[in-house]
T-cell receptor, first 117, second 114 residues
Framework: GAGVSQSPSNKVTEKGKDVELRCDPISGHTALYWYRQSLGQGLEFLIYFQGNSAPDKSGLPSDRFSAERTGGSVSTLTIQRTQQEDSAVYLC???????????????FGPGTRLTVL | AQSVAQPEDQVNVAEGNPLTVKCTYSVSGNPYLFWYVQYPNRGLQFLLKYITGDNLVKGSYGFEAEFNKSQTSFHLKKPSALVSDSALYFCAVRLNTGFQKLVFGTGTRLLVSP
């Protein structure tokens, strides 16, 4: 079946503009995650959704970052007033329902490469 | 706080030789440990995981990893490297509690020469 998809694959924007990044998880996956991959920084957790709610937003770097998920499916990560340090690859992952001590593997999308000029 | 260290930025190995990519972790409880691989311009692909049970875990593409609790390590290994194994490898950890996020290492680039 289809994997996790993300759009756009590449986004170039000017400093100060707002951007929206989209993630379509695997059908039926209730958990959704956003990560950021910066050069030399590895992968950094941003936010986790279970259904439409976000029990863990601890990785969002500032209040310029927000995310929502609707219908338990598509998620949008919004960055307002972009800065050059926001340039990175933004990765989305999804997994079947997971809670407590259970674990289900996360499946990653190809990412959106964001460049802020 | 949980963390993962991958002490090598790059590992070079000749095709046919065994390879090891190192990972150590730090968590306060029992860890779940993972290896992911990233090929150029591709998302991360799951290789293997340790949840509980046998310390030697076998995964995709002939890779395996050994969980060593006393050394807090989870090194990735393969008996005979292929040129096509050249990629960026990430080790990750999460707690076996309610915390769902993965904490990743900074990645190790594996370069397998012909």
């Amino acid at each position: 079946g289809a994997g996790v998809s993300q759009s756009p694959s590449n986004k170039v924007t000017e400093k100060g503009k707002d951007v929206e990044l989209r993630c379509d998880p695997i059908s039926g996956h209730t958990a959704l995650y956003w990560y950021r991959q910066s050069l030399g920084q590895g992968l950094e957790f941003l936010i986790y959704f279970q259904g439409n709610s976000a029990p863990d937003k601890s990785g969002l770097p500032s209040d310029r970052f927000s995310a929502e998920r609707t219908g338990g499916s598509v998620s949008t990560l919004t960055i307002q007033r972009t800065q050059q340090e926001d340039s990175a690859v933004y990765l989305c992952a999804s997994s079947p329902r997971t809670s407590g001590t259970s674990y289900n593997e996360q499946f990653f999308g190809p990412g959106t490469r964001l460049t802020v000029l | 706080a949980q963390s993962v260290a991958q002490p090598e930025d790059q590992v070079n190995v000749a095709e046919g030789n065994p390879l090891t990519v190192k990972c150590t972790y730090s968590v306060s409880g029992n860890p779940y440990l993972f290896w992911y691989v990233q090929y150029p311009n591709r998302g991360l692909q799951f290789l293997l995981k340790y949840i509980t049970g046998d310390n030697l875990v076998k995964g995709s593409y002939g890779f395996e990893a050994e969980f060593n609790k006393s050394q807090t390590s989870f090194h990735l290994k393969k008996p005979s490297a292929l040129v096509s194994d050249s990629a960026l490898y990430f080790c990750a950890v999460r707690l076996n509690t309610g915390f769902q996020k993965l904490v990743f290492g900074t990645g190790t680039r594996l370069l397998v020469s012909p």
